[in-house]
């Protein structure tokens, strides 16, 4: 299984990105997709999940701000981040499970204030 992500990058606070991912080399349409991010010196914490049936989770810092979706088609899923805050700043992480994780190389966002 090969995730790669794209799309982070350098915003000021109140801006916006959008985070996505393609998925390669598993059944995508089964699968719960997630965002983690990783700050400096932090354990990886989830920022939002998406099941097959589009059942979403969402950490509690992130919540009304980000939004997870899919595309099966494309075998893709993304992240909308907007209003963006300095806490947001990290390497966000796909993860990909069925029976096990697989992880992407992860995406630098960074927010200055």
């Known amino acids: 299984v090969q995730l790669q992500a794209s799309g982070g990058g350098l915003v000021q606070a109140g801006g916006s990105l959008r985070l996505s991912c393609v998925v390669a080399g598993a059944d995508f349409r089964i699968a719960t997709m997630g965002w983690y991010r990783q700050a400096p010196g932090k354990q990886r914490v989830l920022v939002a999940s998406?099941?097959?049936?589009?059942?979403?989770v969402y950490g509690d810092s992130v919540k009304d701000r980000f939004t997870i979706s899919r595309d099966n088609a494309k075998n893709t899923v993304y992240l909308q981040m907007n209003s963006l805050e300095p806490e947001d700043t990290g390497v966000y992480y796909c993860n990909f499970f069925i029976a096990r994780d697989y992880w992407g190389r992860g995406t630098q966002v960074t927010v200055s204030s």
């Open positions: 998406i099941t097959r049936g589009d059942t979403t």
